[in-house]
């Protein structure tokens, strides 16, 4: 079946450590999207990726990094520098980053112990 | 500014009672205003895209439609299993904008 994973579903972290949550799609989209989600809060866009080798910072990039070396997949790094990390982030897809929905992974939820 | 704001926050139906959750937003070039889904713990499942006011898209109970400044989003005769939070979102070139929700709640 098509569609996006995302792994661990569940991570703990120790402060000032960092981790990596990790995102492939099979569905052949060029555009690839990281949000974060915290309790009451709409999506915010961390980073997004419309092409190979190519990303740009969304809203609330600070503390993050992210890579886009396979059409397929999408890492997102949460560094130390994050200042309050714990939350639910969620991958997204897109056939084209102009135009079309977005497709979204089962998420993965972060917590700093 | 972009902006996506929605209402009511959270909204609290009996079984078979009708409503309509409102997402009204600003955007210097809509490409897409969208509807989703999502179950606690869950990533956003897709339910409809609108292009242009007067458009209208239906599914199941579900009916959403968009003029030049607000969406609505239609729920007929909701059941238990429609309980969940109601995103919208628009899509303004390479970028997607994020209401924070309706969570409704519908008791049998």
């Known amino acids: 079946d098509g569609g996006i994973t995302q792994s661990p579903k569940y991570l703990f972290r120790k402060e000032g450590q960092n981790v990596t949550l990790s995102c492939e799609q099979n569905?052949?989209?060029?555009?690839m999207y990281w949000y974060r989600q915290d309790p009451g809060q709409g999506l915010r866009l961390i980073y997004y990726s419309q092409i190979v080798n190519d990303f740009q910072k969304g809203d609330i990039a600070e503390g993050y990094s992210v890579s886009r070396e396979k059409k397929e997949s999408f890492p997102l790094t949460v560094t130390s520098a994050q200042k309050n990390p714990t939350a639910f982030y969620l991958c997204?897809?897109?056939?084209?980053?102009?135009?079309?929905?977005?497709?979204f992974g089962e998420g993965s939820r972060l917590t700093v112990l | 500014e972009d902006q996506v704001t929605q209402s009511p926050e959270a909204l609290r139906l009996q079984e078979g009672e009708s409503s309509s959750l409102n997402c009204s937003y600003t955007?210097?070039?809509?490409?897409?205003l969208f509807w989703y889904r999502q179950d606690p713990g869950k990533g956003p499942e897709f339910l409809f895209t609108?292009?242009?006011a007067g458009e209208e898209k239906e599914k199941e109970r579900l009916k959403a439609t968009l003029t030049k400044k607000e969406s609505f989003l239609h729920i007929t005769a909701p059941k238990p299993e429609d309980s969940a939070t109601y995103l919208c979102a628009l899509n303004n070139f390479n970028k997607f904008y994020f209401g924070s929700g309706t969570k409704l709640n519908v008791k049998p």
């Open positions: 955007v210097s070039g809509l490409r897409g």
């Open positions: 569905l052949n989209h060029d555009a």
């Open positions: 997204a897809s897109s056939p084209q980053s102009a135009a079309g929905e977005l497709f």
């Open positions: 609108l292009y242009s």
